[in-house]
T-cell receptor, first 113, second 114 residues
Framework: DQQVKQNSPSLSVQEGRISILNCDYTNSMFDYFLWYKKYPAEGPTFLISISSIKDKNEDGRFTVFLNKSAKHLSLHIVPSQPGDSAVYFCAASGHNQGGKLIFGQGTELSVKP | NAGVMQNPRHLVRRRGQEARLRCSPMKGHSHVYWYRQLPEEGLKFMVYLQKENIIDESGMPKERFSAEFPKEGPSILRIQQVVRGDSAAYFC????????????FGEGSRLTVL
């Protein structure tokens, strides 16, 4: 039972353009959503998060959008840079379950110069 | 750098042997989480520990797996009688504030069972 789904295993984008990574979830009890970035042979690093009381959170080139009615969130990276090439994981947690994250399968982003 | 330290980074075991993975949390962090990443999958929660206590082990397989976080020393994830299906990357994460705190992940321990 995959509660958090990233349906695109890979995405290729030209440098300077926008990267849009998508994530769907099924559990309406989730109230906190995060994106992690992972390079090969390294652990995931926190990128950006959003609480369910918001529909948008922005941090520099990274913006996360949350559509609760559709149970969908997306990460926008603009402009994309080659250093952004990595696997991006969407994760969710329920109330007071912050450390117990439910991860999606990941989307491998490749930003080409 | 006082990040989350995991060792060994790579571990090879034969079927039936035991694997012990260690995790030292970030300085000052007393909440430790273990996650497992199977090939081509996302990370899956295994267990949440505080010093000397298992808080949530709902993601741990019922047999052969155990975890501890003693008063002194690192957290240990122990897998007895390993099987090929245990081959995975095991990530430890720590947080300062438990359920409401940001997780900081280690670089992972990659277990290969021959």
């Amino acid at each position: 039972d995959q509660q958090v789904k990233q349906n695109s295993p890979s995405l290729s984008v030209q440098e300077g353009r926008i990267s849009i990574l998508n994530c769907d979830y099924t559990n309406s009890m989730f109230d906190y959503f995060l994106w992690y970035k992972k390079y090969p042979a390294e652990g995931p690093t926190f990128l950006i998060s959003i609480s369910s009381i918001k529909d948008k959170n922005e941090d520099g080139r990274f913006t996360v959008f949350l559509n609760k009615s559709a149970k969908h969130l997306s990460l926008h990276i603009v402009p994309s840079q080659p250093g952004d090439s990595a696997v991006y994981f969407c994760a969710a947690s329920g109330h007071n379950q912050g450390g117990k994250l439910i991860f999606g399968q990941g989307t491998e982003l490749s930003v080409k110069p | 750098n006082a990040g989350v330290m995991q060792n060994p980074r790579h571990l090879v075991r034969r079927r039936g042997q035991e694997a012990r993975l260690r995790c030292s949390p970030m300085k000052g962090h007393s909440h430790v989480y273990w996650y497992r990443q199977l090939p081509e999958e996302g990370l899956k929660f295994m267990v949440y520990l505080q010093k000397e206590n298992i808080i949530d082990e709902s993601g741990m397989p019922k047999e052969r797996f155990s975890a501890e976080f003693p008063k002194e020393g690192p957290s240990i994830l122990r897998i007895q009688q390993v099987v090929r299906g245990d081959s995975a990357a095991y990530f430890c994460a720590s947080s300062l504030a438990g359920p409401t705190g940001e997780l900081f992940f280690g670089e992972g321990s990659r277990l290969t069972v021959l």
